[in-house]
């Protein structure tokens, strides 16, 4: 779905997601649920995990972001509700993934220094 065409609305003041972001720190396989946030600094806590994002996130024009906080060299293999692969993101990297109204699109990976 495109833009309406109506004008853009203009917000003159700095804007609270209250809730949005999370950080985890993951012990196996991890279901985001929709709830839990929408932007995430995960761990995957000693080796590589499925994270499976939950049907509910199936929304026209969800994003999402992750940042992989590994301390180690270990994946994040971020996955849409039938268990197919969206985007493997590796330590220190960060990406983005949106839903089109009919299939997850995986918008890029940045490398990011953490601190």
């Known amino acids: 779905m495109a ?7 203009v917000v003159a003041r700095a804007m609270q997601h209250k809730g949005a972001f999370a950080s985890l720190t993951l012990t196996g396989a991890y279901t985001l649920e929709i709830l839990d946030g929408q932007r995430f600094r995960i761990d995957p806590g000693g080796g590589s ?5 939950s049907a509910d996130w199936q929304v026209d024009g ?4 992750i940042v992989n906080a ?3 060299a270990e994946d994040l293999v ?6 197919s692969t969206i985007v493997t993101i590796s330590q ?3 990406a983005t993934v ?4 009919s299939a997850w699109v995986h918008m890029g990976i ?3 220094a953490l601190s």
């Open 70 to 72: 590994a301390d180690a």
């Open 110 to 112: 940045i490398t990011i």
């Open 92 to 94: 220190n990297e960060k």
């Open 78 to 83: 971020i996955k849409d509700p039938a268990a």
């Open 98 to 101: 949106a839903y089109n109204g």
């Open 62 to 65: 969800m994003c999402i972001e």
């Open 3 to 9: 833009f309406s065409g109506k004008a853009a609305e």
């Open 49 to 53: 995990r499925d994270v499976t994002l």
